[in-house]
């Protein structure tokens, strides 16, 4: 099939005209048989976005040399002092679900669950840098030994530890030495903390992306786990780009292209149907 040609199926309101009343009749039985796919699929075994299956495998298919970071996998869920539901979350739902006729029936089967906000920019980068191109499993496992060795997980305490005692924990040199730049960073305040919150999108991932370790992707994810902004779409995600595959085109390849104009029916509440498109994968919440 024509790749330019292939539509993703139905999730806009069925044009008038003959050719409109069939896709009418059509698109409701497929997107139902697709949306009961997705809420009785089983559990993964383990938590990830980074794929549909076994994060191995995924990794080992789309990893790219000059973007190390788009295979990073999220660590697992974790309870989160003071977490809130985002502001504009309940009104994101049910907009969603007016629209999009596969969220509708995906949003419910994951009942309150939401985005979480660990709340310290710094944690949330350096747990992120961790989480590239290995498992769940391990980046826990690394991420713990951290935590042992750096308790109080300052940016000084890094600092303090240095390249080798961090590699001794399981990071790989070249992510402790990403690990010591980004705290380096903090500690001499040449990033903006204070003014994130006040800058659009892409001039976060701007001035983001000029740490070493720190691509577009985790840039993004920083957006949405910290800033939790609404409207973040990463494509660069392999786990966001299996599950509009698997949700929206019966599980034939997709292509970046394809993914975004899924999402533009997505729009203004991107960052909330990709939460959900993860689910789908795995229901187990993650968190950075």
């Not at 139902?32 to 559990?43: C, G, H, L, S, Y």
């Not at 001794?168 to 204070?194: N, P």
């Not at 599980?251 to 993860?278: C, D, L, Q």
């Amino acid at each position: 099939m024509n790749a330019a040609a292939r539509k993703p199926k139905a999730i806009a309101p069925a044009q008038p005209g003959p050719a409109g009343k069939v896709a009418a009749k059509r698109a409701p039985k497929v997107l139902d048989k697709v949306a009961d796919k997705v809420t009785v699929k089983a559990p993964a075994t383990v938590p990830t976005k980074g794929a549909a299956k076994a994060p191995a495998k995924v990794a080992g298919k789309s990893r790219k040399a000059d973007l190390p970071e788009v295979d990073a996998i999220p660590l697992p869920v974790e309870t989160v002092i003071d977490a809130v539901r985002p502001a504009y979350w309940d009104e994101a739902c049910a907009d969603l679900m007016k629209r999009d006729r596969i969220l509708r029936k995906m949003i419910p089967t994951y009942g309150p669950a939401h985005l979480v906000s660990r709340g310290d920019p710094f944690i949330t980068l350096a747990r992120s840098v961790v989480g590239q191109q290995i498992s769940v499993k391990a980046a826990q496992s690394v991420w713990e030994r951290l935590v042992a060795a750096c308790p109080r997980l300052t940016p000084a305490q890094f600092l303090k530890a240095g390249t080798d005692e961090l590699a001794a924990c399981g990071l790989s040199k070249r992510k402790a030495e990403y690990i010591i730049d980004l705290a380096d960073h903090f500690k001499a305040g040449r990033v903006h903390v204070k003014e994130w919150a006040g800058m659009d999108d892409e001039a976060v991932i701007a001035e983001l992306t000029q740490i070493r370790g720190i691509g577009r992707w985790t840039a993004e994810m920083f957006l949405m786990f910290n800033l939790m902004r609404p409207n973040v779409l990463p494509l660069d995600d392999v786990g966001l780009i299996n599950a509009i595959s698997a949700n929206y085109f019966s599980g034939e390849p997709v292509t970046r292209s394809e993914a975004r104009e899924v999402a533009a029916n997505w729009e203004p509440w991107r960052t909330v149907a990709t939460w959900y498109m993860w689910r789908s994968l795995d229901p187990v919440p993650v968190t950075y």
